[in-house]
Every structure is written in structure tokens, then in C-alpha cells.
């Protein structure tokens, strides 16, 4: 590999004190040793001209693109519940599981990632699983009963616990890819994502579980919650148990949507 810094500011005047106080000018010099240093192959490279030239913050790309939808759909999802179409609300967090199971590995694929997109990834990725785990099952629980005291306590706690859980996993997973490019083979805490298999499970279970399924929901999101902040290692799912994962979860999403259909033809 040729040494990146040979010569870096060769054909770039010096920049006086004056001009690097300047933005536009301080922009174009490291846009300029960004590119002589892409051109000698140096394979990390200063990247600042987002920073300072770009006309809009944040990541754009497909490496991004399944967070985004996600978290759309969770926004939606809990629209429906508010609205009063619950079955349809956790068919959205469902399909925002979905998502969420292969969003780290179309990233992953883009190998020229620059340490800020790492990191805007791992950011990113964390604030959606909120919202779209944390939060839009505490609005579906809520929606489907969970309003008396106790009920809002869990609520509450749990939210809590996904926020602590999100916040560790983004120090340690920091941590982790400054020392290593490996795979994480496995979780520290029960992962966030696991509401998007547990909540629709029991919803679809919800005509067997008859007037037990309001303490189902209690248990459930208790639960849950408390595995979120427990420190054990669960062992990332391989392909098949992932490909099990996703047939249960399309599973559930098609027997929600034949319910709600149903739901629906009798009302006509």
C-alpha cells in the first residue's frame, strides 16, 4: 500500500491562519487532500466534507434505506392503534421486525463504509429500535388495555429498559468494532427486536388465552423489560433459526391480516 501521506499537500497552496477560519476555504483543502489521499489508495482517509460541505445531514444510502422504512412503518403502526385498528398496528410492528432482521446485513455489505457512517449506523439504528420497539409497543399495549396502574407501570418500565439496553449496546458496540471487523456472535441482553416476535405471538394467541389475555400482556411486557437490562449472552441465531424466526413472524402478520379481514366482511 502506498504511504497516504506522501506529500499530501503537494498542489494545495498552505493554507494561511486566515484561511482556515474560513469554512468554504478550510472545506475545499480537505476536499482536496480527500481525494489526493482516495487517489494514492490509502484506504482510511480524512472524511470531513460532510461536515462541512454537504447540504443536508446524515446518510442517504442503502445501507441505511430498511432503518428508514421501519421506522415509518412503526409510526404507522401506532397511528392505526390510536385509531383503533390494533390488529393492523401490530402488523406493522411485525413487518418492522421483519426489517430490522436484515437492515445490519445489507449494511454490511457496503465494505468503502467511512468510521462516521459506522457510526452514524450504529446511532441510527438504535434511536428507530426505540421507537419502533420500545415505544410502539407500549402505545399497541396501552391501546389494548394496559391503562390501569399497574398496566402503565410496566409500560413505563419497560420503554426505560429498551432506552438503558439501546444506550449499552451502542457504548459496547463502539468498543467492539475499534478492536474487531468480526461478526457479533453473540447478544448481551435480550435484543430490543425480540418485542416485534413476543407481541404478535400473543396477540394471535389471543382467542385461545380468552379474559387471561390482559395478564398475558402484563407478564409478557415484565418480562421482557426485565431481560432487556439482565446481563447473560444469548447466541446470535444462525441462518436456519433466523429463516424460523422469519416464518413465525410472516406467520403471525398472515393470520392478523385474515383476522382482520374477516372483521371486516362482517361488518358488511
Avoid at 385509531?83 to 410492528?93: A, D, P, S, T
Avoid at 399497574?150 to 451502542?170: K, T
Wanted: hydrophobic fraction near 45%; include cysteine.
Amino acid at each position: 500500500m502506498k504511504n497516504c501521506y506522501h506529500d499530501l499537500y503537494s498542489g494545495i497552496r498552505k493554507p494561511s491562519a486566515s484561511t482556515w477560519d474560513d469554512p468554504q476555504q478550510r472545506a475545499w483543502v480537505l476536499y482536496r487532500i480527500r481525494i489526493k489521499c482516495y487517489t494514492y489508495d490509502c484506504g482510511e482517509f480524512y472524511d470531513r466534507k460532510k461536515e462541512e460541505g454537504d447540504k443536508m445531514l446524515g446518510v442517504y444510502d442503502y445501507t441505511v434505506v430498511l432503518t428508514y422504512i421501519s421506522l415509518m412503518i412503526s409510526i404507522g403502526g401506532m397511528m392505526f392503534a390510536v385509531n383503533g385498528h390494533l390488529h393492523l398496528g401490530v402488523m406493522c410492528l411485525a413487518i418492522s421486525g421483519l426489517c430490522d432482521m436484515f437492515d445490519g446485513k445489507i449494511a454490511r455489505t457496503k465494505k468503502n463504509r467511512t468510521e462516521d457512517e459506522k457510526r452514524f449506523g450504529i446511532q441510527i439504528d438504535s434511536l428507530s429500535d426505540i421507537v419502533c420497539f420500545g415505544v410502539a409497543p407500549a402505545v399497541l399495549c396501552y391501546c389494548f388495555g394496559m391503562r390501569g396502574i399497574v398496566g402503565v407501570a410496566i409500560l413505563m418500565f419497560y420503554v426505560l429498559a429498551g432506552l438503558i439496553r439501546l444506550a449499552w449496546f451502542n457504548v459496547m458496540e463502539e468498543h467492539r468494532q475499534e478492536e474487531t471487523s468480526e461478526k457479533r456472535e453473540c447478544y448481551q441482553g435480550l435484543p430490543i427486536t425480540s418485542m416485534a416476535i413476543a407481541l404478535p405471538i400473543v396477540v394471535v394467541l389471543k382467542p385461545f388465552l380468552g379474559c387471561e389475555f390482559m395478564l398475558a400482556l402484563h407478564v409478557v411486557m415484565l418480562v421482557v423489560g426485565i431481560l432487556f437490562i439482565t446481563n447473560f449472552k444469548l447466541k446470535k441465531p444462525k441462518n436456519v433459526t433466523m429463516g424460523t424466526i422469519v416464518a413465525v413472524v410472516a406467520m403471525a402478520v398472515i393470520a392478523i391480516l385474515v383476522r382482520h379481514y374477516m372483521r371486516y366482511m362482517s361488518m358488511m
